[in-house]
């Protein structure tokens, strides 16, 4: 369909290179509309006409302004110079301005020199312009011909531990574009390929189509390099026009380039999927593959062979015979080019930006997408791919630590990192894999302001190596996880323990006095009572975690009810009340005192704590490893650590952005020290107090009667400012003060704040997350670190398939609902649908199955 153009024309001035490629220095002559069916000799004439040129006496070059889009960049379009020079050139350029925008208009640079009427023969075009071969490459936008080697043409398609690759995809930062480099028919050069051809090919290429075995002609280079990555990662709707592009719905053609082989694959295996076609592979090598119809033999002639061309170092369709002629009798719920390599590819995004989607997610997705149910083992291992492509290899990953936390260090001051390896036999210069600690110094500079109090834990790694994340928190002045710590080790043992604890007292903290809450773990017990680790009295306390402890307890005696009363024994403030329940439990079961009996009070429960842990009964781990650290522990090693940085600067910054806003509305201190402070006063407004000694400041104050229960209330519990104690125990513990000292200060018209620990004010809150991460700079601009090469340790591989987890589940992975489940129909208890005992209209014969 013919359509008019616009040639705006430039002349006598120079071609430059700009930020967009070439342009040229002065501004355009002028402006020509021509058809787009005109030929090269009549396009010559008519601006030899408009631009006044005598073509007697001289010669005219006209040079196309050649729009590309670049590698980089989000679509951005770059350009380069191509002259024209004959029908196909002209051809070419009308089939590029209708694909790219403006799709009307078209930037001419004209050269002209003087007619040489003593030879027949002019210089070459290419070689006066550019001063040699010229040829658009295939991939980047280097406008200059070398010479190509084997090692040019090398494609490492495998994901190594490009640490600048990897830490952009744990920063979830993907550059989604379309990397469609152009090339022009009469620049590039076919005489190598013709002559090293038969290496790969068994027939001379050809631009012909042939009835006979179903080739097709071979459209314009342009629409044959594709990079099927990064057109699977196009956002939705991309900044500039690409209706050029082939896809799956379109058939396949002789001399369709691809960047790789696994692209090409990857092509083929769409296609045949969007048409419910099943083929099967011929040759394969590493610069060759062939594939046919499955039912070749049942009279299907489709069939492809590709091979890479040295001309390009691209793999080009060399012989293509379509489209099928075969059908299928039914459709089938799985495919066999949807293998797990597709799927992968598929899959990826996906996985980049979130890599703990659940199998099932991905299942839904890939069924969503084909129609296709395929199997959960296969999308597994479809995942498994994602995540090698996206995070780096595993074994490399290990090599690529040291350099990843050396840089950590230098542009994080204050970072630690504490390193234990053991030599690999024979092999000078190279060392396995043991333990690694680190400490990022800006938690190191917050937990200065923190609350004396550090919880310790560890978790299972599911990747390719077994081991355990040890990870050490704090709490924060309103309550939140502060992390503190972290380290990789092979196992929980009292060794691990014990190089980790010192790692964590000589390296982040030496503040005496710091309450340890852990859980019961033999290994923790064994590194605190040692003395030269640095965790035992009067340098620190010990606790345990309550939950733990009753957890513990209920595995032995199995008994909900006894698990309740332990609970609530070990959360009691007063000794008295402790004593209470613990009578109650020696009543059901003596044998239960026994049991509690073996530990030391002082550790595991609230009333005889004497205000170490601040009323923080339980480790807050889990919170930690499921916010800061969601899907860490799948990751090969550099990128878990690097993902532990990350998040702790999403962190640090969320919650500076909390402390702006809360500083900005006036408040001195934190929200969880207001809430429980107003809580205490709207109980003190009830209360009675007696003074008994105004220079001692010794109080007595009688609670009020607690709401409708004349049993209840009516307590006396003594308040002695002087010493910051109150018999209720409730100050000591918290560092907040209770109903009872609030009614004193009400009482005696003095300011009540002042009671309140400095943990819990606001600045302090700041200064915690005052300390600022730095940026990782660029990875060529690293040093490398004076380490040898990292292994990691082959006795902790895992075996082949999904991992099973290594957790010991118990009652404290189950949420016991508050009231029994009913089934909606029978509007009985204790059975759901399926084991109705009346849904064949029978009656139950079971009568402890529901309420009556």
Known sequence: MDSLLTIVCYKDGEIIDGPNGVCYNCPPKKGVLVNNLIKYDELEDKLCHVMSIDRAHTMLSMIFRYPSLMSIGNGNINYIQLPIKDDDDVKLMFHVVAQIPPSNTIEMYLQTRPRDHSSGLSPSLDQEIMGHDVEIPG??????HTDETEEDLAHNDVMGANLAVVTESVMIATNNYVDIPFTNENVEFYDEDEINEMNYDDEPPTNKASLDDGEHIMPSPMFKQLNWDVINSMPAEPPTSRTGLWNESNELFKGLRFESKEDLQYAVKRYAICRNQHLVVCESEPQLWAVRCKKWQEGCNWRLRACRRKSHGMFEITKYAGPHTCVYPKLSQDHSQLDSTLIAREIQNVVQRDHTTSIATLHQIVKDKFGYDVYCKRIWEAKRKAMLRVFGDWDESYQALPKWLNILQLTNPGTKIVWKTIPLGGISGNVRFMRVFWA??????????????????????????????????????????FPLAFAIVEEESQDSWSWFLIALRRHVTQREGICLISDHHA?????????????????????YCLRHVVSNFNDKFKNKVLKELAYRAGCQHQPQKYERYMEELKRLDEKSLAWFSKLDTQKWTQAYDLGYRYGWMTTNIAECINGVLKGARMLPITALVQLTFYRCVSYFETRRAEIRARMAAGDVYTTYAIEKFRRAEAKASGHTVTIFHRIQQTFEVITALHGFHIDKGRNKQVVKLNEGTCSCNKWQSFGIPCSHVLAVSAHMRIDSWQFVEKYYRMDAYASSYAP????????????????????????????????????????????EPSVRVRYGLCKMAGHNRRNCPTKDGGQSSNPLSHDN
């Not at 380490?787 to 949420?815: A, C, Q, V, Y």
């Open 523 to 543: 290994g923790i017990n064994a590194a605190i009572r040692n003395p030269s680790v640095g965790w035992s009295p009067p340098h620190a306390q010990h606790r």
């Open 139 to 144: 991939k980047g936008n280097l406008a200059v």
């Open 772 to 815: 600022e991460f730095n940026p990782i700079p660029h990875e060529s601009y690293w040093s490398y670190p004076d380490f040898p090469i990292l292994h990691p340790d082959p006795t902790l591989m895992r075996d082949k398939g999904r991992p099973r987890s290594s957790r010991i589940r118990n009652e404290m992975d189950l949420k």
């Open 440 to 481: 990022f110094g800006a938690s190191v500079e917050g937990f200065k302001h923190c609350r004396p109090i550090i919880q310790i834990d560890g978790t299972f790694l599911y990747g390719k190596y077994m081991g355990k994340l040890l990870i050490a928190t704090s709490i924060d002045a309103n309550g939140h996880v």
